[in-house]
C-alpha cells in the first residue's frame, strides 16, 4: 500500500518540490537530536494531560457523589429513630415555648413532659418539618448523626435526684410561669 504522501502525489494534490522539502526537514530534524532522545509528540503529551484532568474530575465528582449519599443514609437513619421512638402528644394540653432558628416555636405537651423537658431527660428534635419529642438516650443517637436535628436537649444536672427527688412532696404552684 503507498504511503500518504504518495497518493497526494499520484492525485496531483501536491507537487515532488514540496514532498522532498518536508522530507529533508524531517531528516534534519531526526539528526540534530541528541542519540538515546526520545522524540517529544505535543499532541501525546496534550493527551495524556487531559486524560488525567478527566480523571481528577471524575475523582472529584465521585467523592461528591459519595457524600451525597452518605448524607441521605444519615438523613433516613435519623427519621427511622424519631419514627420509631417519638412519644405521643396527642393529650398535650401545656404549650412548651422554645427558640428555633431565631424564632420562638410552641408545642403541646402534657405536664410531666413540660418537667422531663426542662430535667434533659426528653428532647425536641425536628425532622420532616415536623416537631418531634424523643428521650435522651435517642436524641444523644441522633446527635451523633446530624447535631442540628436536635433542637432542645438540656443538660442534665449532676444534683437532679430522678425519681428519688428530696422535693418530689412540695408542689410548684399552677400559675408560675419560668
Known amino acids: 500500500m503507498p504511503s500518504l504522501q504518495d497518493q497526494l502525489l499520484k492525485a496531483g494534490l501536491a507537487d515532488e518540490k514540496k514532498a522532498k522539502a518536508i522530507?529533508?526537514?524531517?531528516?534534519k530534524k531526526r539528526k540534530q537530536q541528541p542519540k538515546g532522545a526520545v522524540e517529544v509528540n505535543e499532541a501525546e503529551i496534550r493527551a495524556r494531560q487531559a486524560r488525567e484532568e478527566k480523571a481528577e474530575r471524575d475523582r472529584q465528582l465521585n467523592l461528591e457523589r459519595q457524600k451525597q449519599a452518605e448524607k441521605k443514609a444519615i438523613q433516613a437513619q435519623i427519621r427511622q429513630l424519631v419514627e420509631t421512638n417519638r412519644l405521643d402528644r396527642s393529650?398535650?394540653?401545656t404549650s412548651y415555648q422554645f427558640v428555633h432558628d431565631k424564632k420562638i416555636k410552641k408545642l403541646f405537651v402534657d405536664d410531666t413532659m413540660v418537667d422531663?423537658?426542662?430535667r434533659g431527660r426528653l428532647a425536641i428534635?425536628?425532622?420532616?418539618d415536623a416537631y418531634e419529642v424523643v428521650a435522651e438516650g435517642?436524641?444523644?443517637?441522633?446527635?451523633?448523626?446530624?447535631e442540628s436535628a436536635v433542637v432542645v436537649l438540656?443538660?442534665?444536672k449532676s444534683d437532679d435526684q430522678g425519681d428519688d427527688d428530696p422535693y418530689a412532696g412540695y408542689e410548684i404552684?399552677?400559675?408560675?410561669?419560668?
Open 91 to 93: 393529650r398535650g394540653e
Open 154 to 156: 438540656h443538660d442534665r
Open 23 to 27: 522530507r529533508n526537514e524531517k531528516h
Open 173 to 178: 404552684p399552677d400559675d408560675l410561669m419560668w
Open 138 to 146: 435517642v436524641a444523644r443517637k441522633i446527635m451523633e448523626r446530624d
Open 125 to 128: 428534635v425536628f425532622v420532616n
Open 116 to 118: 422531663q423537658l426542662s
